[in-house]
């Protein structure tokens, strides 16, 4: 068949038109496909997310199944030392949002000092607890004895309250960096079969937002578990750990509130070299790094991935991001958590050889 150049470049024309369409059909059927991939993962990966959330909270569930928040108000904690982190601990406790005690079940004993401690004023007047004379009150008073004292002073608590514990009442539960739960058993006596559940909170515990790990001693029951892990949730979230990660837990958030104190008054420091007020600069600093720790919480999404969405091509996210790198920061920060962790297994050698030392 003949056709004259203008209708052959005519029906070239068409083909290549026909091409194209072809082409952007096929285009937009893998571009569907991609974006239904896509969207498959990224739901795939929340619902990972959530049901990793559901599976460690079901684990604490299923543990503390057994204690309602109307078995805990029967309960009775005392605190042994009435330090920054006992308060918060006891602030976490009795939150009227939150919280699962009364103060008035909330008993400190604040140092040999008795009454006469600054701190009663706060345990009894803020907090609304009661506040005894002696360590040994507490153990006569209440269900729950926290060891919330210095580490180098907890063999010297466990010597005090020794003669008083009662295996089938008493838990005793220590928040002391470095000293394990079999030293523990071991300084309240061995004909007591003491049980001792560890826990490594952090000051956020006073606004019920707290990160605490939770690790069982040898005697320790599900039970006892069950109402630790239902205190500590009252605090905020509850990771329960092998005792031998306990340390690592000290690194992370057991010290961790510190490095990010650190960093929002660096970031407010910064706003203020630029020109913000100091409490604008320090509100949008702790407000940013609140947002962004919800966002890794609540999309599952690794914070590398959340960076990278920031950081646009030549942009000043991405300049700042440079500027951090070439500070080291990543590096300081891995840097801190080792040392805390380290210094938390530092102190449980030297209590240790301490104790060895005494015989």
Known sequence: MYCSTSQCDSLDTINQKMSTALARARHAVVAQKSARDIDHVRRRRVATHHHRCRRRRSGVDARASSTTPEALKDVK???????????????????PTRGV??????????????????????????LGARVVGEAR????ACDVIILAVKPHMIEHSCQELKKVIDVDRHLVVSVAAGVSAASIERWLGSHHAARVVRVMPNTPCAVNEAASGVAAGDKATESDMALVCALMESCGIVEVVPEKLIDAVVGVSGSG???????IEAMADGGVLNGLNRDVAMRLAAQTVMGAAKMVLETGEHPGALKDKVCSPNGTTIRAVAALERGGVRAAFIDAVC????????????????HTAKK
Do not use: C, H, K
């Open 101 to 126: 005690l009364d103060a008035s079940r909330v008993y400190a004993y604040v140092g040999p000092r008795g009454r006469a401690s600054p701190r009663t004023e706060v345990w009894e007047q803020s």
């Open 77 to 95: 904690v005392g605190f042994i030392g009435a330090g920054a982190m006992a308060e918060a601990i006891a602030r976490g406790f009795t939150s």
């Open 137 to 140: 009150d507490v153990a006569e």
């Open 257 to 263: 509130p510190a490095y990010v104190f650190q960093v």
């Open 339 to 354: 040392a805390s962790t380290n210094r938390s297994i530092e102190l449980g050698a030297e209590q240790r050889s301490s």
